[in-house]
T-cell receptor, first 112, second 115 residues
Framework: EAQVTQNPRYLITVTGKKLTVTCSQN?????MSWYRQDPGLGLRQIYY???????DKGDVPEGYKVSRKEKRNFPLILESPSPNQTSLYFC???????????FGPGTRLTVL | SQQGEEDPQALSIQEGENATMNCSYK?????LQWYRQNSGRGLVHLIL?????REKHSGRLRVTLDTSKKSSSLLITASRAADTASYFC???????????????FGQGTILTVHP
């Protein structure tokens, strides 16, 4: 089944404790992206990647890192999480940057 | 930066009625996409319309795009209770520009369809 998977689905952590949210797609897509969704602010793009080893900042990249060493994986790294990073995070992939995006199920992160 | 803005913010209708949601945006686009989200779950792509298209259909969905007014509308005909969800428009800037590959979402319309 074609899908985007994210892990973990739920995470509660404390300020400053480094964490990684994994994202994997099995559709051989070139493009992958991370979004965060917050009430009243909608979905905002954090980082995106047009291909392996190519990443670009979205609208809200501060406090996040990404890497794209393999086509299928696009992990999101929070080196020192803060409470304002409490949010619902979505990973997505697409054939390229100009087509429909397939979303993962989301990761609900709480930073205390 | 907020590109798409949707109207209305919330819409409540009866089963069988049509639902129309509008989206406005500010800069030139390559395409505009509509997504659906059921409460807290992942988004599901509904339809994509390119800047050189004016109208597109998919089942009970009809999307229009007016690039001169920088606006789009999503029409769901003969709505069902299962259509209850949030609907988002998203714009993509196209190759050659700084917005290529960047998908910018509107705040969404919450649609409630009563049985």
């Amino acid at each position: 089944e074609a899908q985007v998977t994210q892990n973990p689905r739920y995470l509660i952590t404390v300020t400053g404790k480094k964490l990684t949210v994994t994202c994997s797609q099995n559709m051989n897509h070139e493009y992958m992206s991370w979004y965060r969704q917050d009430p009243g602010l909608g979905l905002r793009q954090i980082y995106y990647s047009m291909n392996v080893e190519v990443t670009d900042k979205g609208d809200v990249p501060e406090g996040y890192k990404v890497s794209r060493k393999e086509k299928r994986n696009f992990p999101l790294i929070l080196e020192s999480p803060s409470p304002n990073q409490t949010s619902l995070y979505f990973c997505a992939s697409s054939l390229d940057g100009e087509n429909e995006q397939f979303f993962g199920p989301g990761t609900r992160l709480t930073v205390l | 930066s907020q590109q798409g803005e949707e109207d209305p913010q919330a819409l409540s209708i009866q089963e069988g009625e049509n639902a129309t949601m509008n989206c406005s945006y500010k800069t030139s686009i390559n395409n505009l996409q509509w997504y659906r989200q059921n409460s807290g779950r992942g988004l599901v792509h509904l339809i994509l319309i390119r800047s050189n298209e004016r109208e597109k259909h998919s089942g009970r969905l009809r999307v229009t795009l007016d690039t001169s007014k920088k606006s789009s509308s999503l029409l769901i005909t003969a709505s069902r209770a299962a259509d209850t969800a949030s609907y988002f428009c998203a714009t993509e800037g196209g190759a050659g520009g700084t917005s290529y590959g960047k998908l910018t979402f509107g705040q969404g319309t919450i649609l409630t369809v009563h049985p």
